[in-house]
């Protein structure tokens, strides 16, 4: 089990968080569990409170072999005592991996972890010992369920979000539909699967519909959003602003530099700007 903490600031100022002046001195304690406010701030006439968050990942590779949902849910009281306040669950939509990011049809939540009622008995047992549960949000990527352009399977026909080749970006090699899509990746390229295009206004509605439904339908409170890379970091921040989640984080990772000789580079000055830059563009 793999455990992260952070301390982020509350409600929607949290992208103001860098103009505080005072670090933050307190450590989590009992007032802390839950995400409860542990340290005020006055900063530009705005009233701040620092949270911690204590999440895990509650899944490793090879747990859609022993029907994980039921499986968890007898572990939460034991993760509650821990004093954990967030658990990261795998992605729960159905897919095509049994580890669920190759994504399909998103509003189906029976995937190999388990059913949607035992997805949902684990959520309200999560709830019930104040440890939120964390979606993992795979959207960078969607495999298609019938031929389109060029006979690559990128369209989303006889299923919710039935896209079209117009969701899909022009820089997915054969998977893309190049004589339709005019929108190359605003990220990185994830290979052999059709890239989402996240510039059209469809799939931006769309995506925000589902994150709604995850939270206020079935009872999700927090988002990790798998493979940021994949896509502007623009769209992270409007999704997180139109769902509200209470707590979110991205994957995102900057590849390192290497000499000719394949030996790791001292200099990775590149690299640490690229990520910065990354963040910056998030907070804006």
């Given at each position: 089990m793999v455990c992260h903490m952070w301390q982020l600031m509350s409600g929607q100022l949290r992208s103001m968080a860098p103009t505080l002046m005072?670090?933050?001195t307190s450590s989590m304690d009992g007032e802390g569990h839950g995400g409860r406010p542990i340290d005020p701030y006055i900063s530009n006439g705005?009233?701040?409170?620092?949270?911690?968050?204590?999440?895990?990942?509650?899944f490793n590779w090879e747990s859609h072999k022993y029907g994980w949902w039921k499986n968890l849910e007898k572990?939460?009281?034991?993760?509650?005592?821990?004093?954990?306040?967030?658990?990261?669950?795998?992605?729960?939509?159905?897919?095509?991996?049994?580890?669920?990011?190759?994504p399909q049809?998103?509003?189906?939540?029976?995937?190999?972890?388990?059913?949607?009622?035992?997805?949902?008995?684990?959520?309200?047992?999560?709830?019930?010992?104040?440890?939120?549960?964390?979606?993992?949000?795979?959207?960078?990527?969607?495999?298609?369920?019938?031929?389109?352009?060029?006979?690559?399977?990128?369209?989303?026909?006889?299923?919710?979000?039935?896209?079209n080749e117009h969701s899909v970006t022009s820089c997915c090699g054969e998977l893309s539909s190049l004589l339709i899509s005019m929108y190359r990746s605003t990220g990185d390229n994830f290979h052999g699967v059709p890239n989402i295009d996240h510039t059209q206004a469809f799939v931006w509605?769309?995506?925000i519909g589902w994150l709604k439904w995850l939270l206020k339908s079935i009872g999700f409170q927090d988002?990790?959003?798998?493979?940021?890379?994949?896509?502007?970091?623009?769209?992270?921040?409007?999704?997180?602003?139109?769902?509200?989640?209470?707590?979110?984080?991205?994957?995102?990772?900057?590849?390192?530099?290497?000499?000719?000789?394949?030996?790791?580079?001292?200099?990775?000055?590149?690299t640490i700007?690229?990520?910065?830059?990354?963040?910056n563009i998030g907070r804006s």
């Open positions: 005072n670090p933050i705005f009233d701040f409170f620092a949270f911690a968050v204590l999440n895990c990942s509650a572990k939460v009281a034991y993760l509650a005592r821990c004093g954990l306040t967030s658990a990261w669950l795998p992605p729960a939509t159905h897919s095509f991996s049994p580890e669920g990011y190759l049809n998103l509003y189906s939540l029976d995937s190999y972890y388990g059913s949607h009622l035992e997805l949902k008995a684990l959520l309200q047992k999560l709830n019930q010992h104040k440890v939120r549960a964390m979606a993992d949000i795979v959207t960078n990527y969607r495999v298609g369920t019938t031929r389109g352009h060029g006979g690559a399977y990128n369209q989303y026909d006889r299923i919710p979000l039935s896209w509605k769309d995506i988002f990790r959003f798998d493979f940021a890379k994949g896509y502007a970091p623009k769209f992270v921040k409007e999704y997180v602003e139109e769902s509200k989640p209470m707590f979110f984080v991205g994957e995102y990772w900057d590849t390192c530099n290497y000499s000719p000789d394949y030996c790791f580079d001292y200099n990775q000055g590149q700007s690229a990520s910065m830059t990354t963040v």
